[in-house]
């Protein structure tokens, strides 16, 4: 990669987020996905609801955390937080500091 030219990673570069743009766009999910992250307000119990409820279990969370294993959102109502969104839980149980930690 050293000797390479900068118009070679450019073109590369261009190339990927085309194909990212094409990708995106071409199914509806994954458009309304992309417009949710964007601003997840619009449609708080469609394609924003993850994201929002992400957002106040981080917020639930606080400083400290409720602690180990004393998550509410895991059981309740955040879809999916073992996989996508496992940091939400992690910031509702170790809270702000522990996700510094983690950072």
Do not use: M, T
């Not at 190339?15 to 990708?23: F, H, M, N, Q």
């Not at 609801?49 to 969370?61: C, E, I, N, P, T």
């Not at 839980?89 to 930690?101: D, K, M, T, V």
Request: with cysteine; proline share 3%.
């Amino acid at each position: 990669f050293a000797g390479l030219s900068v118009r070679l990673f450019a073109g590369a570069a261009i190339g990927v987020l085309a194909l990212g743009v094409v990708l995106a766009f071409s199914a509806d999910y994954r458009a309304a996905r992309l417009f949710s992250f964007l601003n997840p307000g619009d449609d708080p119990q469609g394609a924003g609801y993850q994201s929002r409820q992400a957002k106040f279990s981080l917020a639930d969370g606080g400083w400290f955390g409720r602690g180990l294993g004393q998550s509410r959102a895991k059981w309740n109502y955040l879809p999916n937080s073992h996989n996508d969104f496992i940091f939400a839980i992690i910031g509702e149980e170790l809270g702000f500091l522990g996700c510094a930690a983690v950072i």
